[in-house]
């Protein structure tokens, strides 16, 4: 509450990042912590971020064990010379395994599909296109009895009875692509080329997204990682020209597990002695060149 002139209190909302650290594969929480977003120059937020990853590794004796580093894909974490990652990395004096959230770089072609056929999204209104600008009432819709079927994957009935608990950025999206699948079944008043911009992505979420989530959501390991981006090229190629010249770009940047030390990990772990032979032979290469 701050008071005004009169020394009427009113209330103040005060938005803080907050960074969470959990111990994995087991999911244990260690320490949370709200970074400084305003350093000193030449200091950068990503900086500070790292920094407090750092003392937290110490306190916890694990600068030498530690292997493997996740988060999503934004640019403070992932970017190539002053992101949090390549920070710690410069602290620890050597390179980790970046395991970047496949569930993340999942929803981007999403949101870039919708923002280029429909309009960009407000921070102070939401959706401003006028397909998507429905979804905030999408729930008052009658049911359309009529409504035109749209193909979609076919996912494996074991895939059905998975949680849909998820982080709420996650959350944000899935609930995004469900209520657009849901207003293609409701009465919602769109004809012509308003129409149409509704079935594009209603068709893509049946058939790329939530085929490529409920695959993260059940093989989540990360030797999985690069299968997952094979699907989602075999999946794209299934798309419109429209629709794949919106999210290539996207679907590249995304494509985090494509890196060669990645693939070489899922071949690792593939149950074919071959494909497990041409990994090993592939990194005595490797370090034999160094």
Not at 170 to 176: D, M, Y
Not at 255 to 271: D, G, K, N, P, T
């Amino acid at each position: 509450m701050v008071p005004d002139s009169y020394g009427k209190l009113h209330p103040r909302l005060i938005r803080e990042e907050h960074v969470s650290v959990t111990e994995e594969p087991s999911g244990r929480y260690l320490w949370h912590f709200v970074p400084d977003l305003d350093p000193v120059p030449p200091e950068k937020p990503a900086f500070k971020v790292a920094q407090a990853l750092y003392d937290l590794l110490v306190t916890y004796d694990s600068t030498d064990s530690l292997i493997v580093l996740q988060g999503d894909s934004t640019r403070a974490n992932t970017g190539w010379k002053g992101s949090t990652h390549a920070h710690l990395e410069k602290m620890l004096g050597r390179k980790l395994f970046r395991s970047i959230c496949v569930l993340h770089t999942n929803e981007l072609p999403l949101r870039h599909l919708i923002t280029s056929i429909d309009g960009p999204t407000s921070s102070d209104t939401g959706f401003t296109g006028p397909v998507c600008s429905l979804l905030s009432s999408v729930n008052e819709m009658q049911y359309n009895a009529e409504f035109r079927g749209v193909q979609a994957v076919k996912i494996s009935r074991r895939y059905r009875s998975i949680s849909w608990s998820t982080c709420p950025l996650t959350s944000r999206w899935l609930t995004t692509a469900q209520s657009l699948v849901y207003m293609w079944t409701r009465k919602h008043g769109l004809t012509g080329k308003e129409l149409n911009t509704l079935e594009i992505p209603v068709k893509y979420c049946l058939q790329v997204y939530f085929k490529l989530y409920y695959d993260i959501k059940v093989h989540h390991r990360l030797e999985d990682g690069p299968k997952h981006i094979l699907t989602q090229l075999r999946v794209m190629r299934s798309q419109p020209k429209k629709v794949q010249t919106a999210v290539t770009f996207y679907v590249r940047t995304g494509a985090w597990f494509a890196h060669s030390e990645c693939v070489l990990l899922s071949l690792m772990a593939s149950q074919s002695e071959d494909d497990r032979r041409f990994a090993v032979t592939q990194i005595m290469k490797l370090r034999a060149g160094e």
